[in-house]
């Protein structure tokens, strides 16, 4: 496995590759990696010839400087954890390399931003969508995998490849959960023993309203009212966003019918946690 740190280096094995009839896969990740990445690196294992794997935290799609400072990193032990997933490159640019100086580009995309993560995080998926532009200009991956955990980011990046014509296909994988149900995220690793448990509370309300939507309830506002009671039970859970929003385009319902995700943002303690599901399709 070769760890690549600049752009230029990336760029030659990518382009060495050129040509031949071989598939690349790319998953990009922030690190600290966890079983939720390595469904995705083993998923694209299984599809593609040569396999791809970025380690970078973003700081463009930080909105808040404390969260990046804080944000974990494991440059060696991710390191370790991949080579054992036979991936056959991971490209781990520092921030100089992937931001320059002078650097002054941005990517936007209207409306998905408008909802969910992005009403609440400004400038958030503008640093996603350049940092995916940038990565995927850098690789020229033929697919990329991505999570359900950041169900906005995956619409995000999907039609930004459309938008853009960039000819890779993306592929959306499940959320991989903790046996309590806790979406997993590196983010977890900030939760003491006792918000741990508390965390349990997003999948809770994000179930309770799956089960509402199956017993025939519709009302988006009486749905929303039993998953906050659900979160507000818990003491130090507060609620950044519960949404109910058309799996598509992201726009909030009122009435659930047709493909359908529940989706919630809360801060446990000093942590903010995400999660989501599909409630109706
Ligand atoms: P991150 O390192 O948090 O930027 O995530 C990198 C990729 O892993 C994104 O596509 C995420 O959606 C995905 N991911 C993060 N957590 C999970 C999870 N629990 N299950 C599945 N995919 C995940």
Same mark, same amino acid.
């Given at each position: 496995?070769?760890?690549?740190? !600049?752009?230029?280096?990336m760029?030659?094995?990518?382009?060495?590759?050129?040509?031949?009839?071989? !598939?690349?896969?790319?998953?990009?990740?922030?690190?600290?990696?966890? @079983?939720?990445?390595?469904?995705?690196?083993?998923?694209?294992r299984?599809?593609?010839?040569?396999?791809?794997?970025?380690?970078?935290?973003n700081?463009?799609?930080?909105?808040?400087?404390?969260?990046?400072?804080?944000?974990?990193?494991?440059?060696?032990?991710?390191?370790?954890i991949?080579?054992? @997933?036979?991936?056959?490159?991971?490209?781990?640019?520092?921030?100089?390399e992937?931001?320059p100086?002078?650097?002054?580009?941005?990517?936007?995309?209207?409306?998905?931003?408008?909802?969910?993560c992005?009403?609440r995080r400004?400038g958030?998926?503008?640093?996603?969508?350049?940092?995916?532009?940038k990565?995927?200009?850098?690789v020229?991956?033929?697919?990329?995998y991505?999570?359900q955990?950041?169900?906005?980011?995956?619409?995000?990046?999907?039609?930004?490849?459309?938008?853009?014509?960039?000819?890779?296909?993306?592929?959306?994988?499940p959320t991989?959960r903790?046996?309590?149900?806790?979406?997993?995220? !590196?983010?977890?690793?900030?939760?003491?023993?006792? @918000?741990r448990?508390?965390?349990?509370?997003l999948?809770?309300?994000?179930?309770?309203a799956?089960s509402?939507?199956?017993?025939?309830?519709?009302e988006?506002?009486?749905?929303?009212?039993?998953? @906050?009671?659900?979160?507000?039970?818990?003491?130090?859970?507060?609620?950044d966003?519960?949404?109910?929003?058309? !799996?598509?385009?992201?726009?909030?319902?009122?009435?659930?019918?047709?493909?359908t995700?529940?989706?919630?943002?809360?801060?446990?303690?000093?942590?903010?946690?995400i999660?989501?599901?599909?409630?109706?399709?």
């Open positions: 496995m070769d760890v690549v740190r !600049s752009i230029s280096e760029q030659v094995m990518r382009n060495a590759v050129e040509g031949q009839k071989c !598939s690349i896969g790319f998953v990009p990740t922030m690190g600290t990696l966890h @079983e939720g990445h390595l469904s995705l690196i083993r998923s694209a299984d599809e593609c010839d040569k396999l791809i794997v970025s380690i970078f935290v700081p463009m799609q930080f909105d808040r400087e404390d969260d990046l400072a804080a944000y974990p990193q494991q440059l060696e032990t991710d390191i370790d991949v080579k054992k @997933e036979k991936v056959d490159v991971v490209f781990a640019p520092c921030k100089e992937i931001y100086e002078g650097f002054c580009t941005r990517v936007e995309l209207k409306k998905l931003t408008e909802n969910l992005g009403k400004p958030h998926f503008e640093g996603v969508a350049t940092i995916i532009t990565l995927f200009n850098i020229k991956p033929d697919r990329a991505l999570g955990k950041d169900y906005q980011q995956y619409i995000i990046i999907k039609r930004l490849v459309q938008d853009l014509n960039m000819g890779i296909d993306i592929k959306l994988l991989v903790d046996k309590d149900g806790l979406a997993l995220s !590196s983010r977890n690793r900030h939760l003491s023993a006792e @918000e448990i508390k965390a349990r509370c999948y809770e309300a994000l179930l309770k799956k509402l939507v199956r017993d025939n309830q519709r988006v506002e009486k749905i929303k009212s039993e998953m @906050e009671g659900i979160i507000l039970h818990v003491r130090d859970a507060k609620i966003y519960i949404s109910i929003v058309d !799996s598509d385009t992201l726009i909030e319902k009122t009435e659930v019918s047709g493909d995700i529940a989706a919630v943002a809360v801060w446990i303690g000093s942590t903010r946690l999660d989501n599901i599909v409630i109706d399709t």
